[in-house]
């Protein structure tokens, strides 16, 4: 048996998670194709001088974190929507979502703070120093590759349960139900290919520019999905 829902709640709910996931989505794109520098992600020496030339590399960070976290928010408000109609899959995703804000934390703070001071130091190192400064900043590089690697696969998990929520319960357009499907299917891809690869590859050159696409549509079609009619929750 059902019983509608709170039609009007669900719509300002939907628009408010796609609101979160596009702007935090935009917002995080255009600080990092402005402010971060980048090159040879995986030649340490050149992308480490770069690095530690960037006056700006601690907000750029601070602000890839806030955005980042903007739009996990807007999964999360989707989750509001999703619950009452499928509780135990929509609490998976929901749980995942929160995973991969707390792995994107461990990372923004290993990129963002300990690797900058690595690169500060051994730019500022002379003779035999420098060379032991130039391990520790690979260390520090190879973290940053780990935790990177973590948080592309759990947010694709996330996605994929989402994108399956989505699909059983109708509460969202079902086409973006699949493109969440697919996004999750290239990030958990990505993801693996950095744990093997690193920050640079030929695959990750087409895989995360179609991830981010896959981002923007899944943002639009939960902003359009506000206009529609929605499938009522189980009572």
């Known amino acids: 048996m059902t019983s509608p829902p709170s039609t009007r709640t669900d719509r300002e709910l939907l628009r408010s ?6 702007g935090g989505f935009l917002f995080t794109t255009v600080v990092t194709v402005l402010f971060h520098p980048g090159g040879n992600e995986d030649v340490h020496e050149d992308i480490f001088a770069r690095y530690a030339a ?3 590399w601690e907000w750029v960070h601070f602000a890839q974190f806030v955005g980042v976290l ?3 928010g807007g999964l999360l408000v989707l989750h509001q929507v999703l619950r009452p109609r499928a509780r135990r899959l929509s609490a998976f ?3 995942t979502t929160v995973a991969t804000a707390a792995v994107w934390a ?3 703070a290993v990129d963002g703070v300990t690797l900058k001071q690595a690169v500060d130091a051994w730019v500022a190192a002379d003779g035999p120093e420098r060379a032991v400064r130039l391990g520790d900043a690979e260390v ?3 973290t940053e590759w780990g935790l990177q690697s973590y948080f592309r696969v759990t947010l694709g998990v996330a996605l994929l349960l989402f994108g399956a929520t989505i699909l059983i319960t109708r509460a969202v357009a079902a086409w973006a139900g699949w ?3 697919l996004a999750g299917l290239v990030s958990v891809a990505v993801g693996v290919d950095v744990a093997y690869s690193g920050l640079e590859s030929a695959f990750q050159e087409l895989a995360v520019p179609a991830f981010q696409l896959l981002m923007l549509v899944l943002a639009v079609g939960v902003l359009v999905s506000a206009r529609g009619e929605l499938a009522p929750a189980a009572a």
Do not use: F, P, T
């Not at 998670?17 to 596009?22: D, H, R, Y």
């Open 179 to 181: 493109v969440a499907v």
């Open 70 to 72: 903007a739009a996990l």
């Open 54 to 56: 960037s006056a700006a």
């Open 93 to 95: 995703a929901a749980g």
């Open 140 to 142: 520090v590089r190879w």
């Open 17 to 22: 998670s796609g609101a979160l996931l596009l």
């Open 106 to 108: 461990a990372l923004q």
